[in-house]
């Protein structure tokens, strides 16, 4: 049964950190000064605070309301100023009440465009959140793409580098899936989310991927987190662009083959004599192609195209949710919204992901599918 979240929870969630996006948050050190007639300051244990508490003083750090706040003692760490340590101290001092979720939403967010997706999938989802933080903070200067020096830079040209995380890590004990949230940087996950994923225990969870960019795809961070741990199942994640809204993450949440009967069912493509069975992707357009194949077999004619792919057009068009791409052998990909197109090679260009071949390498795939024109007969199985 689905556990749910108090109110209290879910606002607090809701009105998580604007670090993630906002300079005057990530400062380290914030110059505004505790005003000569605030109280002393205070421990998280020694005054109790609430969300309320937590919203002045972002407003206040943004600068929103310098004059607010003078009868609270905010200057948690005692350093003189109220600043972003503050503001963190006093979000895990806020008493959370009522039944765990199921399902956790971890992001890192400096923009704001991947915590606008995540708080999204909070409120669909009724999941409870935890947000990556850096122990230094990401400043403007340190993700200045055009910089080659910056910091971020040189973390993403170093897969070894590992970013320390602010505060103490999640338990994820009591949780079965986990939503990971990222923006992408240089084409891949920020080396904080690995920092994260090594942290952690997710051999017995699900673990769903998701990202904001400019362009970029999510598939190299998804084979990159793949690769780094044992995760009991990895689902396929989904890139937003920075403007998408509610329904475009409801449509992908939707979709998602979260049970074990929607798990299992598995896309069989007979060619040249052999029987390839591939995992369905987490799109719509997968799921209304296992949709169609349930009232029976369909065969497609695959044309040889390019040396890296066979095309065929399907006998219904698909929903599209395109993004560019890098192919890899084995996946399975529609082309312009009514073509389905079998990797066997590399390529790059815009596409919807159907599927993924199984356990099979490319020099195999090559050689089932042959140098001509194929016929392949789609099926379901489960």
């Known amino acids: 049964m689905k556990k ?31 005003p000569a007639s605030a109280p002393a300051p205070a421990s998280v244990e020694a005054e109790s ?13 943004l600068a929103q309301d310098a004059e607010q706040q003078t009868d609270r003692a905010y200057d948690l760490n005692g350093d003189g100023r109220r600043n972003a340590v503050d503001l963190t101290l006093m979000k895990r001092g806020i008493p959370v009440t009522g039944e765990q979720s199921d ?16 708080e999204y999938l909070i409120d669909l989802t009724g999941a409870d959140s935890y947000v990556i933080e850096a122990a230094v903070p990401y400043t403007d200067d340190d993700i200045a793409y055009q910089d080659s020096g910056c910091r971020a830079n040189q ?10 995380i ?6 994820l004990s009591g949780y079965d899936t986990v939503f990971l949230g990222y923006p992408i940087w240089w084409g891949e996950e920020p080396r904080i989310i690995d920092t994260f994923l090594e942290s952690c225990d997710l051999s017995e969870k699900t673990v769903i991927p998701f990202c904001t960019s400019g362009s970029s795809g999510i598939a190299a961070s998804e084979r990159n987190i793949a690769a780094l741990v044992p995760i009991g199942r990895q689902l396929s994640g989904r890139r937003f662009a920075a403007g998408a809204a509610k329904d475009d993450v409801k449509a992908w949440y939707d979709t998602l083959p979260l ?43 695959l044309n040889e195209y390019g040396g890296f792919e066979k095309v065929g057009k399907l006998p ?16 399975i990909m529609l082309y312009q919204g009514n073509q389905m197109t079998v990797f ?7 596409y919807t992901k159907l599927g993924h071949i199984d356990s099979v390498t490319q020099d195999e795939l090559a050689a089932i599918l042959g140098s001509g024109d194929v016929t392949a007969e789609l099926s379901l199985s489960e």
Not at 104 to 114: E, K
Not at 155 to 164: F, T
Not at 282 to 296: H, I, M, R
């Open 4 to 34: 749910t979240v108090s109110v209290l929870a879910s606002a607090f969630m809701m009105m998580s950190l604007f670090g993630a996006g906002c300079t005057g948050i990530n400062a380290a050190s914030d110059p505004a000064p505790v």
């Open 49 to 61: 605070y609430t969300a309320e508490d937590a919203r002045n003083l972002q407003q206040y750090l």
């Open 103 to 118: 399902t956790i939403v971890v992001y890192f967010s400096r923009t704001g465009n991947t915590e606008k997706i995540a």
């Open 155 to 164: 973390e993403q040209n170093d897969k070894n580098v590992r970013p320390e």
């Open 166 to 171: 602010a505060g103490t890590l999640p338990s």
């Open 259 to 301: 049970t074990k009967e929607d798990a299992e069912v598995k896309l069989n493509l007979a060619i040249n004599g052999h029987v390839l069975t591939a995992s369905l992707a987490d799109s719509t357009a997968a799921k209304e192609l296992a949709e169609k194949l349930k009232a029976g077999k369909v065969t497609l004619s």
């Open 316 to 331: 219904w068009a698909l929903t599209k949710s395109d993004e560019s791409t890098v192919t890899e052998a084995g996946d």
């Open 344 to 350: 066997y090679n590399s390529n790059s260009w815009s």
